[in-house]
DNA sequence: CGTGAGCATGGAT
DNA sequence: GATCCATGCTCAC
């Protein structure tokens, strides 16, 4: 923090109270908060802050928009507005509905199409600003003397916000909406301020203020003509991207320093010679004279509505990866998941049709053009740019990808990005991996502690339909790719969330908690999109850690003072809530000595855990500092209430897993590598065998973070290992079902794993694994079960446990029916009663009968075992999976997707059942 | 018969 | 309803 002394002071510096306990407020740029005592906390997580504590200063501004005041004079509400190029303000709340699409070196000086652009178009291709790469609103000086230069290619070039969400509706708010810089928002902007500052480019945040505000110049709203800025004169080339920004950095040791000097624009190119305005917003400046190398395109209109899942959210770190050391400045295009079918052997990447009419070279023959690809370690790629008629459109693909993608080892799910290396003009191919979470961003995932929702707010219930829970990839894939957008593009229009407006870019900020918010829209995926539901599936590879749907429901909460329904789903008992749920963190609810309940929630940052009220939400973020309930231990340096002990006995679920992993690791280094998600489970299951489980285990509570008193789900209305009427062999309930599936489901990854190794390596593992049945080790080995056997329909419960169990007489571990399915650490088999592992058992077994039946020499690789919906049910409703990124953060960024239909499952129902 | 190119289909937006 | 695009399908090789 601020302070190395054992007195600190608030950071305000109108306030200079002594904290007590200090509270985090705006990030400065050496990455640290602010620290504050509790008053300008709250002022500024209330947004008040400026109106607080600057009300007499200068540096008041009005938004050009609204109108509303804005204090520009601190770096506190650099947030709050964006700097117009033609000078002025506009505060973030007008911003947002509107966004500028950095131009493409190659595209048209700006005369070619701002005479024919809508009024309104005219006039923010002079007030509007860019990003910088990774970076929040940042001034965007236009250098005219830039539109001329490469005039020759016409490409378009949208340039994309990357992590901020920045919307791309043209229509501006006319009203005088305030800009209430809620925490969300706040948080969000802020994200992008601390990466301008932190990061990418090398200029304080006051500096744009400062020049901003001393600019004194007052916007032009209909200035048709771009225009030099008058603040920010800092070389467009270096600003626009996080890299190669060097020359621009400035003095960073204060607030007050001063842009540096006015700088002509560099004689190269910069990337950014024109605007564009993109998002599918309704900004439609293609029906103008846009051309491409001379010629009318076909599809002009196309070329700025790039969906935002193609929007390029590059972090610092992959710029810099691409452009190694060199002072190249990226221009990140465009970025795509890979689908199934991308991935795939077939070798071609299906390219979103307005990016690769907008990046790549035009092409009118279905042949295409050969184009070279340099990917991140500097090596070339030739790919075949075609594309096929379809319809009475294009599709685009790249074909021949294969080679990259495997020397990049890409899969499914992972997200490739293409960029452009100036001024060479090099399209860059780099990529990210679904797991790993960019940790640029991670500081970005700041959750609004306000109200329960994370900002990083794809992640969050925004996605999610009262009643439906995450699915794999929309939490996936937002966790992937933190920091972006946190705003949903899925609410509806009417949530009280100062972010809420609809604008069309899609990104709209929602106060889940806030009871009024609730999710009236239909739901819509997430930026992975309903089209990888098949990728949801197949890749669970990609997935590093798989949550049942009940895991899920645990992550999500009822908005206060709900309490969720439970409705049955295709035999699954799904929470359900009226108004929107909340991804909130997980917390042990337990009840304190005074026989009072309570919440035991863990610091995001010291992983303390800190007591919290039963009715307390807790943002999927959540650190001590935001422990209000307890201002002694709001600081991560206080010690933790919980004995080890006592934090042994209440952790339930998958943080013991986690040591119990370990454990199991020890006995079996070789098993480990499965011991992922259900695999665990599994392990445990078996490892444990015969070892008896600490009776402790049975002080876990069946509750799942957020269960609440009448809930119903199969979670809660399961007694606690050991306890309560115990499930009979032949029971058929949703429970016993479920744990069937996914056991059987876990058999069939683990066998496939094992197929995957050679022979002597199974026998290693099979020596190792003494305690495994053969069967479950031995691919090989398929004699052992006749092939001829009937292989019962997984439908029909009790064909299988009244046919199949005899038959299985290695298999000794048990696993307790009669507990939470979904608590790994809690399948133990040395738990009393449970026949489930002998279900588990039956289906594992009939599954690697089935398989040795059906695929005697089964390719692992077959999709049709890549079973992506470990899950419990072969809904994929109630499947969510977490990337847990390889970063020591354990935040991981997801994306949450909710499948609209049940057959979303797809392969997965097939092959659990 | 396997593979891949090209097109068709249909779900999602 | 139009469009996109992931993937299925067909057919030629």
Redesign the pocket.
Known sequence: MSSSSSIKFCFNSNCKDVLERSRKGWRRRTGEFADLCDRCASAYEEGKFCETFHLNASGWRCCESCGKQIHCGCIVSFHMFVLLDAGGIECITCARKSFILTPNPAWPPPSLFLPVLPERIKDFSTKNWCQIAGSGPVPWRQAPSLFTSSAAQSDFQPRMPFDVDIPSGIDRLIGSERLSASSLEKKKVEDSSERLMNGSLKLGASEILENGINSGEQASPSINVPQKSSFLKIDTSTSHFGLGVSSSSLNESNDQTKVSGCHAPRPTPPPLIGKQFCG?NGVDSSGETQIRNGRPRS?A??RNQ??PR?WPRITDQELQQISGNSNSVITPLFE??L????A?????L???????EAYFPPISQ??GLPLKVQDLKGKEWIFQF?F??????????L??VTPCIQSMQLQ?GDTVTFSRIEPEGKLVMGFRKASITPSSNQGNETANASNGISTNGDVSAKKIKAGEVLSTHQLKGNLVSPGFSSIDQANSADQASPLSKDDKSGYKAKEVLGAKSSFRNK????IL???????RI?KEDLIELKLTWEQAQGLLRPPLNSVPSVVVIEGFEVEEYEDAPIIGRPTIFATDPMGENIQWAQCEDCFKWRKIPADAFLPARWTCSENSWDPERSLCSVAQELTAEQLEDLIPSSNRAASKKMKVAKQDPDSVEALEGLDALANLAIQEEGEALPASSSQATTKHPRHRPGCTCIVCIQPPSGKGPKHKQTCTCNVCLTVKRRFRTLMMRREQKQSEKDAETARQKSQQHPLLPETLLDDNNGGSISPKQKIPSSEDPDDDLSRMRPSLPTFKGQIDLNIQPERDEELSPGSDSGSMMRLVQDATERYLRQQRLTNPNRNSSGNQLQLGGIGIGGNLRNNVSVAIGSSSHQEAEAEC?V???S??LGSTSAAER
């Open positions: 599918h599809d209109r196309s790039l969906l193609y795509k998941m689908s199934a079918s991308d795939g052997r077939i070798g071609r299906v390219l979103p049709k307005k990016c690769a279905p042949e075609r096929w008629p379809n319809n009475n459109s294009r599709m685009y693909v074909e021949g499914a739901r819509k995926n997430s999109g309903s089209k990888s539901k098949r990728l197949e997707s499948p609209s239909n057959n979303a």
